[in-house]
């Protein structure tokens, strides 16, 4: 999705996903945070440590809501979190020019891949 939607070339690069301790994700609500990941080591660029990302990515590139959303995020700002990227953003071309910009100080429309 992310190369189709976004226009980030990744079919040239093996990814691998891995979580702390081996936690097994079924968990839609992480989609978000793995993509945002994914471009975070593809563009060779961190993302901020304060960020937070909620939501599902569907084929199409659309940011869907989860359930419990605003609980996660007022949870994540008790943990320190100061910026949260969720559905509000709609698109994950979006998302990602958003998470990058908040790290950054990026203009939103230079996703730059």
């Not at 691998?16 to 978000?32: F, H, K």
């Not at 008790?78 to 998302?95: F, I, M, N, Q």
């Amino acid at each position: 999705v992310l190369e189709r939607r976004c226009g980030m070339p990744l079919s040239g690069f093996d990814v691998y996903v891995s979580t702390v301790g081996g936690i097994r994700l079924t968990e839609p609500a992480a989609d978000l945070a793995i993509a945002l990941a994914i471009a975070s080591a593809r563009r060779e660029k961190a993302l901020d440590a304060h960020l937070a990302a909620i939501g599902e990515i569907s084929l199409a590139g659309e940011i869907r809501a989860v359930s419990g959303a605003s609980q996660r995020a007022a949870e994540g700002a008790r943990l320190g979190y100061t910026t949260v990227v969720d559905a509000s953003a709609l698109h994950l071309r979006e998302a990602v020019r958003l998470a990058f910009a908040s790290a950054h100080d990026e203009k939103l429309d230079v996703p730059d891949f």
